[in-house]
């Protein structure tokens, strides 16, 4: 019965590379939100996600910053060219739908350094 | 910009004392609340959820809603050093999935 799976738990980048970070959402559930939590910052969403399409980026910044959750296969959040201000801990949350009663079930996170 | 507003503590009490968590809310129309927990460096961890006014008890929690008020708290009867984290409050905007979290109140349970 997992959970909630993300990878990798730690990622390290220097400026200018890529991060690609993954989510499979806990089984039964088809609904992703990706949240990021700056240091001694609280959460803040950025994206949601059902398969093969994004419901709401309202928390994405307007470059850099893409999400997919494609038919097969786990949902990835992708920053390009990455700065210092971009290290955080990057969350994934699953539900089962989208029900205003639906509780959002939390991944480990990847911890992004950018030196 | 909905905001979650939260006392970021550390609230200290002494091991057996009652916890209690405080939030507000701007968001007059929401109607899903949660309370998250989490500890230094991991991922947040759901406590409870309510959606009606009143109180909601599962075990040592117990949480209550006001939506005139906009307030909703967390209770904690006999806090023990391992209930010491960081308390996220959130909350569901209306006619939205995401959530909106609070800062966050740190607990920190004395033995």
């Known amino acids: 019965n997992a959970g909630v799976m993300q990878n990798p738990r730690h990622l390290v980048r220097r400026r200018g590379q890529e991060a690609r970070l993954r989510c499979s959402p806990m089984?039964?559930?088809?609904?992703v939100y990706w949240y990021r939590q700056l240091p001694e910052e609280g959460l803040k969403f950025m994206v949601y996600?059902?398969?093969?399409?994004?419901?709401?980026e309202s928390g994405m910044p307007k470059e850099r910053f893409s999400a997919e959750f494609p038919k097969e296969g786990p949902s990835i959040l992708r920053i390009q060219q990455v700065v210092r201000g971009d290290s955080a801990a990057y969350f994934c949350?699953?539900?089962?739908?989208?029900?205003?009663?639906?509780?959002?079930?939390f991944g480990p996170g990847t911890r992004l350094l950018v030196l | 910009q909905k905001e979650v507003e939260q006392n970021s503590g550390p609230l200290s009490v002494p091991e057996g004392a009652i916890a209690s968590l405080n939030c507000t809310y701007s968001?007059?129309?929401?109607?899903?609340f949660f309370w998250y927990r989490q500890y230094s460096g991991k991922s947040p961890e759901l406590i409870m959820s309510?959606?009606?006014?009143g109180d909601k008890e599962d075990g040592r929690f117990t949480a209550q809603l006001n939506k005139a008020s906009q307030y909703v708290s967390l209770l904690i009867r006999d806090s023990q050093p391992s209930d010491s984290a960081t308390y996220l409050c959130?909350?569901?905007?209306?006619?939205?999935?995401?959530?909106?979290f609070g800062t966050g109140t740190r607990l920190l349970v004395s033995p």
């Open positions: 949350a699953s539900s089962v739908g989208g029900l205003y009663q639906e509780t959002q079930y």
């Open positions: 089984k039964g559930h088809s609904h």
């Open positions: 996600l059902q398969k093969e399409n994004i419901i709401d």
């Open positions: 968001d007059r129309g929401s109607q899903s």
């Open positions: 309510i959606y009606s006014n």
């Open positions: 959130a909350v569901r905007e209306t006619g939205f999935q995401k959530l909106v």
